[in-house]
Each structure stands twice: as C-alpha cells, then as structure tokens.
Nanobody
Framework: QVQLVESGGGLVQPGGSLRLSCAAS????????IGWFRQAPGREREGVSC??????????YYADFVKGRFTISRDDAKNTVYLQMNSLKPEDTAVYYC???WGCGYRMPLGDFRSWGQGTQVTVSS
C-alpha cells in the first residue's frame, strides 16, 4: 500500500512563502503522477498542481489561481514532490493534501487520485 506524508505547512503572512513536501513510499515517481489538492472550510477539495511523466519526460499542471505563484517539482532520489508556494494570499488558507494517480488527467479529477495523505494546514494571515 502506497503511503504519502505531507509536511511543511504553517502560518505565514500575506506575501510570504512556504514549501510543502510530499514523501512517498513503495513506488517510483517516474511511473506515477503526484497531485496537490487543497480544501478550505466549507469548500470542496480542489486540485492545485500536479506533476507526472510521459516517456520519462516530466510535465506539470497548475490551476489558474496559482499560476505564476506556485511551483511543483520532484526529487526522484528522495521519492518526494515539493510545492513551492510564493506570494501567498489569505484565500490560499486550506489543508493541503497530496495523492497519487497514473496521470494528472484533465484538471486533476478527484476520482483518479488515491492514497491520500493526512494533509498539512496552511494558514495565510497577518
């Protein structure tokens, strides 16, 4: 059973930065996609960013609301995917989750992803 563990959340002021990590076990990142999702209180879980690989060539996806601010990357040697979040806004406040899929799909459909981590809280507030 694949396990994913998120870390790196915390409290940050608007305009600040955080880097989230998603550490994975028992599989090879090169053969799977990892997606970052978030869920704010009272809202549905939504896709934020995803990184996958086609013919060993990485590709990425970003939701419109994070383009230009967030960067997803991976370290295959550590089986870890990172989400660098810059220029954070109060509306980025949410629990952030990572999950695995065979591919990122079209706008990261929730049903394609499995083995959800426990989540890490990100709070953007002054």
């Amino acid at each position: 059973q694949v396990q994913l563990v998120e870390s790196g959340g915390g409290l940050v002021q608007p305009g600040g930065s955080l880097r989230l990590s998603c550490a994975a076990s028992e599989f090879t990142l090169d053969l799977h996609a990892i997606g970052w999702f978030r869920q704010a209180p009272g809202r549905e879980r939504e896709g934020v960013s995803c990184i996958g690989s086609t013919d060993h060539t990485p590709y990425t996806y970003y939701a419109d609301f994070v383009k230009g601010r967030f960067t997803i990357s991976r370290d295959d040697a550590k089986n870890t995917v990172y989400l660098q979040m810059n220029s954070l806004k109060p509306e980025d406040t949410a629990v952030y989750y990572c999950a695995i899929a065979w591919g990122c799909g079209y706008r990261m459909p929730l049903g394609d992803f499995r083995s959800w981590g426990q989540g890490t809280q990100v709070t953007v507030s002054s």
